[in-house]
């Protein structure tokens, strides 16, 4: 079968052949139709080698399609069955750790399983199982936003925008900082009070929770927007891996790190989804234009999420 595949650093991802997969215990074989591509495969292929636990490795770690073996022990599925596949923590994420979902096939732990409902597009329960469950998790489990919160994204990305739409579900006043100016109209169109160019411009602001999905010079800005005594930061985003934070800028405020999420938590995103409650940017793209979309997001290119397509 054909799988994209990380071979060392300083090398572009590679398309491969590889032997299909057959289903341990308690595992299923998923025949993949969409798989997102998110940045953090990016950052994977800039410092995998040597963090991953071998190479070659099949990246791809946002991942729906149909279910199309089972292995011993496996209750609760069936062949047929369409899933999302959720990096919960049950095993090591997918993309990184073991095989991931930039291929024909992947295994998954049937734990990991989160059930599509009906009608709902498949690029869409691919991207809501890395780019739904992690933002959303950061804004409404970790910073239980709520109605009457202030509330600040910094990135409005893959998971910027729907950590944006479900705030504003959840009643808050939502605030927006990117970069990218293309991307505000949609922004306004999810409900927000405002957006700026910069975090910086909310210093002082007395903002109840920002949630930082983007991880460059952002969080100490984050960190000045949030109120003394009640603010809360919620880091998400690691677009560089060492940032810093000015002492005495914390005291009195929380600053947590949110890391992916629970196959509920998807399965809620699902339902968004599905009642268009959501409607993230994305765009769909063949299997074989996996390599070319890498380098797009790498040049800070796309708008939203890409999807790729295939197996149909």
Same mark, same amino acid.
């Given at each position: 079968m054909r799988a994209w595949q990380f071979e060392g650093s300083g090398k572009p991802i590679a398309l491969n052949e590889v032997p299909e997969?057959?289903?341990?215990?308690?595992?299923?074989?998923?025949?993949?139709?969409a798989s997102g591509l998110c940045?953090?495969?990016?950052?994977?292929?800039?410092?995998?080698?040597?963090?991953?636990?071998?190479?070659?490795?099949?990246?791809?770690?946002e991942n729906a399609g149909v279910i199309s073996a089972i292995g011993e022990g496996v209750e609760g599925w069936k062949v047929g069955d369409v899933v999302g596949v959720c990096s919960s923590g049950v095993r090591p994420p997918?993309?990184?750790?073991?095989?991931?979902?930039?291929?024909?096939?992947?295994?998954?732990?049937?734990?990991?399983?989160?059930?599509?409902?009906?009608?709902?597009d498949l690029s869409l329960a691919a991207l809501a199982t890395d780019a739904g469950m992690t933002s959303y998790h950061a804004m409404i489990k970790v910073g239980h936003a709520t109605t009457g919160m202030k509330v600040g994204v910094i990135g409005y990305g893959g998971l910027g925008q729907i950590g944006t739409r479900a705030a504003v579900l959840a009643g808050a006043e939502v605030h927006v900082a990117e970069?990218?100016?293309?991307?505000?109209?949609?922004?306004?169109?999810?409900?927000v009070a405002d957006v700026v160019r910069d975090a910086s411009e909310w210093a002082g602001q007395g903002f109840d929770l920002v949630v930082d999905y983007a991880g460059f010079d952002t969080t100490q800005k984050a960190v000045d927007a949030v109120k003394r005594g009640t603010g809360t930061v919620v880091q998400v985003g690691l677009g560089l891996p060492t940032f810093t934070i000015q002492s005495s800028s914390i005291l009195g405020k929380t600053i947590v790190g949110s890391l992916g999420g629970?196959?509920?938590?998807?399965e #809620? *995103?699902? /339902?968004? $989804?599905?009642? @268009?409650?959501?409607?993230?940017?994305?765009?769909?793209?063949?299997?074989?234009?996996?390599?070319?979309?890498?380098?797009?997001?790498?040049?800070? #290119? *796309?708008? /939203?999420? $890409?999807?790729? @397509?295939?197996g149909d």
């Open positions: 997969p057959t289903p341990g215990p308690g595992e299923v074989v998923i025949d993949v139709k940045h953090s495969d990016l950052m994977y292929m800039e410092i995998g080698e040597g963090t991953m636990p071998f190479l070659p490795m099949t990246q791809g770690h997918l993309g990184m750790f073991t095989p991931g979902g930039f291929a024909d096939k992947l295994v998954a732990d049937a734990r990991d399983l989160a059930r599509v409902p009906e009608g709902l970069t990218k100016e293309s991307v505000w109209d949609l922004a306004r169109e999810a409900g629970t196959v509920q938590d998807i #809620e *995103v699902f /339902g968004l $989804l599905l009642d @268009r409650e959501i409607e993230p940017a994305y765009t769909d793209i063949a299997f074989e234009e996996i390599g070319a979309g890498l380098e797009r997001l790498r040049r800070n #290119e *796309v708008a /939203g999420r $890409l999807v790729a @397509r295939f």
